[in-house]
């Protein structure tokens, strides 16, 4: 027989042997037991992580953990999943737990090659359950073999399994934005797309040697001679007194390329071609047209308290501005001084009656119902800014609260009573500090909430 290079090393290696029929064959550990055993593993990311290795080495540890007690028949890989998310939304996860209920399966249990590869907080403690039904053990690298609850010990290092690993998310979540604020406050572009009217440019080598080595450059934000004109008349049009739908308007006239439309490859979740109320808003809003760099202005809510089973609904919450972190220096040209956005930033909602005359709403976009939840709509009464909610957006019925009529003139005083302002405070200065905490005012007939404002210390 001749033996192929491979063949020839692995002989030499100690790692072949002869078979009954005279074959090479890679040694193995005596299979002993007749347990036949799924294999489950997971890796978070796809573009961080090579999946083929993750998988390997998880599999290795399944295998050296089952020697002598069975093999492993099946194999479910998540690839792109966070250990957060239940095993119903897994698709490889779900895979298995369909796998169980069948009849004629072909695993009698389950390992894994590390417990926060399958489980973080309390998942392993709610799925025993299941598994047990079914007559299935759950085999861990940390427990040495099978699960067993009833026992005091392993239910203790289950419960401090789960605690550590969803700790592990909470510390490299508190380092990776530790790492951000430094890098905001040294001008560093943070990576994502390029604001529309910018473009990303190299900015020299990376400052870790090892990435310089590897090519890696810093990239920074220059001014897109495309889209940057736009956002200037954007922020020019506006100070001038213009409505932002009208400016939608006139954008959409023109066909000017709209956001999506100028880069598709990188906005794919974007479906519609035309400029939006909220995309103009979006734009006129983002400081870092003024150069600086500003990170921390929104985040999305972790619970890592909850059941870790349970579903949990993203949302992305807008920060107050004085929770936002800016650069110590301007790290970008700018496309609008800092004046100027401050003063579009201060421009509210001035509606024209039926004679021409200008109406102003300081509070409008601020209030919403205490009763329904609705947005309260701006109202000219006698003379005077207010604001109602009718509750309702068809007929009226007999459980229609009564509409609800507020003036401003009250509102700004309650309000500025809830701020813990000075009785003698201007009601400019009362809506600028809900506006630049992003605060939103709950109306009820008789009292105002403010829904987490910043109440200035020492007052």
Known sequence: ???????????????????????CRALRPAVVGDLRFAFYGRTSTTEHQD???????????????????????????????????????????????????EPNRTFDAIVVGEYERGFAGDQLERLLALFRR???????????????????????????LGAQSLREVVRARHR??????ALTEQGRYLGGRAPYGYRL????????????????????????????????????????????????????????????????????????RRWTVETVTTILRNPRYTGWQVWN????????????????????????????????????????????????QRIRAQRPNQHGERREYLLAGLLRCGACGQRMESRWTHGRPGYRCRHHRGPRTEATPPTLYLREKQLITKIGHALHLPAAASPRLVVDTLRTDRAVIICHADRVVIDEPRVPAGR
């Open 297 to 344: 202005r929104q985040t999305v809510d972790h619970d890592h308290h909850s059941p870790t089973d349970q579903r949990r609904h993203r949302m992305t919450k807008h920060k107050p501005a004085h929770q936002w972190v800016l650069s110590h220096q301007r790290a970008h040209t700018a496309l609008v001084s800092e004046h100027d956005f401050v003063a579009v």
């Open 201 to 272: 440019v190299e900015a020299g080598p990376h400052p870790h040697p090892a990435g310089a080595r590897r090519g890696r450059s810093i990239v920074q934000l220059e001014p897109d001679p495309d889209t940057a004109p736009t956002v200037r008349w954007l922020f020019a049009e506006r100070l001038a007194g213009r409505s932002i739908e009208h400016l939608v308007e006139t954008l959409n006239q023109r066909r000017t390329p709209c956001p999506a439309e100028h880069d598709p490859a990188r906005n794919t979740h974007r479906t519609r």
């Open 176 to 181: 990776a934005m530790a790492a951000m604020r």
């Open 1 to 23: 027989m001749v033996l192929s290079g491979r063949d020839v090393l692995t002989d030499w290696m100690g790692l072949r042997a002869e078979d009954g029929t005279g074959a």
């Open 51 to 101: 999946s083929a290795t993750s998988r390997a080495w998880q599999l290795e540890v399944a295998q050296e953990l089952v020697a002598g007690h069975g093999t492993i028949t099946a194999t479910f890989f998540d690839a792109g999943r966070s250990r957060r998310d239940r095993w119903r939304d897994r698709p490889q996860a779900a895979e298995l737990l369909a796998a169980l209920r």
């Open 134 to 160: 079914h007559g299935v053990q759950v085999w861990l690298p940390e427990a040495g073999g099978p699960v067993d609850l009833d026992t005091p010990e392993h239910r203790a290092l289950v419960r401090m």
